[in-house]
């Protein structure tokens, strides 16, 4: 089986849970998602009523730039959509598992929210609209390989609560760890070659002595003897260093 991908414009209201997240509360994504929409900080300085006021910017901005955001959805879909099925079989191959029908259909909403958020209980995620093309086809990449990771890690860790895979977890940490070294794969730079390693910048800075997380884990990848053999090194050692790695990220 291989899994599909449908691609929508998402309506404001359907996500305005996450606006309100990155835009309202203290959290990673705050200067970043404000960097975006700089006229935003301002109105919501002197605001009275900061939820009302947010999606009411939103809700404008959707309104006035309608026509555009369409034709950047219909372009993504033309950018996506040949790359698919390659995309699926190789990350089939990579992870040494196959898709189940839980995976048979993915559903991505191109957004105005900066973060593109991932729904592991929808086999679902988000694309923030301004992205260039290279930044929205790793986008795709690396959530995609998220759902894969987290079937294989739960057939290798039966009995993972899956709330380990959300933020703040160490389970989480090491699946945004992954993208960088599994995307790297000549397998799939074969299919999108991209050499900027899709993590997280603080991700990139993550030292554990004198070497950098994502090379000690390239290590044990170029060394695996299975894709199973990666994943528990890789675990293992993270658990032994999740001090470290807890005060880094």
């Known amino acids: 089986m291989i899994p599909k991908v449908n691609i929508i414009l998402g309506k404001v209201n359907d996500y305005f849970g996450i606006l309100e997240l990155l835009f309202l509360d203290d959290n990673m994504f705050k200067e970043r998602s404000f960097s975006q929409y700089p006229k935003l900080k301002e109105i919501l300085k002197k605001s009275k009523n900061?939820?009302?006021?947010?999606?009411?910017?939103?809700?404008?901005?959707?309104?006035?730039?309608?026509?555009?955001?369409?034709?950047i959805t219909e372009k993504i879909k033309k950018s996506w959509l040949p790359l698919n099925d390659e995309v699926m079989k190789t990350l089939e191959e990579i992870h040494e598992i196959k898709w189940t029908k839980k995976h048979s259909e993915f559903n991505v909403r191109i957004v105005l929210s900066?973060?593109?958020?991932?729904?592991?209980?929808?086999?679902a995620f988000d694309v923030f609209y301004r992205d260039d093309k290279k930044e929205i086809i790793d986008t795709f990449l690396h959530e995609i390989s998220h759902f894969i990771f987290f079937e294989k890690l739960k057939k290798i860790y039966p009995k993972t609560n899956p709330k380990e895979f959300e933020h703040p977890h160490l389970i989480w940490k090491m699946s945004e760890i992954m993208p960088g070294i599994i995307l790297q794969d000549k397998r799939i730079q074969h299919i999108f070659k991209n050499k900027k390693l899709s993590v997280y910048n603080s991700i990139k800075k993550i030292k554990i002595g004198k070497n950098t997380i994502l090379s000690?884990?390239?290590?044990?990848?170029n060394k695996r003897k299975s894709f199973e053999d990666f994943i528990k090194k890789s675990y293992e050692f993270i658990k032994k260093h999740q001090e470290e790695i807890d005060q880094q990220l």
């Open 114 to 123: 900066p973060v593109n958020s991932r729904y592991l209980n929808y086999s």
């Open 216 to 221: 000690i884990l390239q290590g044990f990848y």
């Open 50 to 71: 900061k939820e009302e006021d947010l999606k009411l910017f939103f809700e404008n901005f959707y309104r006035e730039n309608e026509n555009k955001l369409i034709e």
